[in-house]
């Protein structure tokens, strides 16, 4: 498969925003996630959309300053920050699952996000 690229990290204040892109791999059908994982931690769950963009999820941790979106038009995948916090920092992970699979199976190369206090 072909490996989603990110960008648009980097340093910001918090309370700042910041937006992601992930350039997705042309499988539209396909449900998009993005985790992270913080220094010394586990990777997680971040958000996720539906091929469909009609079904969103979100960890707790960033529901209501988090959003998801996704243009498969122009094949493109954005996780849009705002109202940033020290512990969001971490890199920042697109991963991409199959339709009608359980697992994300593609992930890319991630993308640093450093909030400063």
């Known amino acids: 498969q072909v490996q989603p690229v990110e960008s648009g990290g980097g340093l910001v204040q918090a309370g700042g925003s910041l937006r992601l892109s992930c350039a997705a791999s042309?499988?539209?059908?396909?449900?998009y996630g993005w985790f992270r994982q913080a220094p010394g931690k586990e990777r997680e769950f971040v958000a996720a959309?539906?091929?469909?963009?009609?079904?969103?999820s979100y960890a707790d941790s960033v529901k209501g300053r988090f959003t998801i979106s996704r243009d498969n038009g122009k094949n493109m995948v954005y996780l849009q920050m705002n109202s940033l916090k020290p512990e969001d920092t971490a890199v920042y992970y697109c991963?991409?699952?199959?339709?009608?699979?359980?697992?994300?199976?593609?992930w890319g190369q991630g993308t640093q996000v450093t909030v400063s206090s």
């Open positions: 991963a991409v699952r199959p339709f009608g699979t359980v697992h994300f199976d593609t």
């Open positions: 959309m539906d091929w469909s963009a009609t079904s969103t």
């Open positions: 042309g499988r539209t059908s396909s449900t």
